[in-house]
């Protein structure tokens, strides 16, 4: 796995891994993508994200794992199905030896949307 310093777009970033693990981050986008069809990508802390109002998720490709950012609040069931994948500050670690539960993170980017949309309302509203 080598990788540039710093990726400029998340093609390059994919790139980067072995076509089994490009798979793996591919559909990850694509499900994100679906789950929040206006998000606008990027990279950001040499990692790809989504933004949506704020930043939805970080996903990205370790050595055993796929990591996915920031930590998920608010939502009880959701926190239960995540709890076997939570990492020791609350970040997602998807080990590569099991399928990857992409039902869950699109769960995880529509939450974030919903919250991200109901934080950025409550601002213009203050205004």
Known sequence: MKRQSSPQTIDVYIATFPSNIQAILKKIRAVAKKAAPKAEEKISYRIPA???DGVLIYFA???????????VRGDAQLQ???APYR???GN???PLDEP?????????????VKENQERASAKRKKK
Do not use: M
Request: charged share 20%; aromatic share 14%; glycine share 6%.
């Open 61 to 71: 490709a370790f050595k055993n794992h796929i990591g996915v950012f920031p930590p």
């Open 87 to 89: 990492g020791p500050k």
């Open 100 to 112: 990857i539960p992409y039902n869950l993170i699109s769960r995880i980017v529509k939450l974030r």
């Open 92 to 94: 997602l670690k998807f």
């Open 80 to 82: 239960k199905q995540l």
């Open 50 to 52: 989504l933004f949506q």
